[in-house]
């Protein structure tokens, strides 16, 4: 007979096969029997560290998602941050977006578990940390609230149009027109937010 496996090693094995649930069924078909014979368990194993199943889901979807995240270095904040949009615009439309849909459901009714949510998803989703990174890399300091404002556009597209893809030119548009004059403080064709542009300034004379 092998080893009782402890500690972090259980914990890996839980997550491990929670996450290969979510893969196979989905969230609606995660349930803590499941991911307890799956990974050698029992359930008393899993309540003790999540105490119910979209805790766990929302413990191993934060991985799963960290393992697609990249942030993209194409040599332009604005290149940076369209890419960060398409790849979060993919994601919302994958296997996992569908996941993370679910889990967003679920939580709904607990303010608590939400905000754990969107705490700790990143990558596909709204992580805060990457904008920021993009935008620090740019000399920009803005709080995570700013950074994830494009996030909380292109998940307003989802809510409203029901598409299960927002077109790109809806994506240039967000970052194009909102995005950028909002981080940058300059509005498109150059003119800087709060003062006249140059152009502007020579007709008022």
Do not use: C
């Amino acid at each position: 007979m092998g080893m009782r496996r402890r500690g972090q090693e259980l914990e890996r094995a839980i997550l491990k096969a929670a996450q290969d649930e979510l893969l196979e069924s989905g969230y609606a078909g995660l349930t803590m029997e499941r991911v307890a014979k799956r990974a050698g368990t029992n359930k008393n194993a899993l309540y003790r560290r999540w105490p119910h199943r979209a805790a766990l889901g929302v413990a191993a979807y934060a991985e799963l998602a960290a393992a697609h995240t990249v942030i993209p270095d194409t040599g332009s904040l604005r290149g940076d941050v369209l890419a960060l949009l398409r790849a979060a615009n993919d994601h919302w439309s994958s296997p996992l977006g569908e996941i993370l849909r679910g889990l967003l459901s679920a939580a709904g009714d607990d303010p608590e578990l939400l905000s754990v949510l969107h705490a700790r998803v990143s990558g596909g989703d709204s992580g805060a940390g990457m904008w920021q990174a993009v935008l620090r890399r740019a000399g920009i300091e803005v709080t995570p609230r700013v950074a994830t404002v494009a996030m909380g556009l292109l998940r307003n597209e989802f809510v409203t149009r029901g598409t299960p893809n927002v077109p790109d030119d809806v994506l240039v548009e967000i970052v194009d027109e909102v995005y950028l004059p909002l981080v940058t403080g300059h509005l498109p064709g150059g003119a800087v937010r709060g003062r006249s542009s140059p152009a502007a300034s020579a007709q008022e004379r």
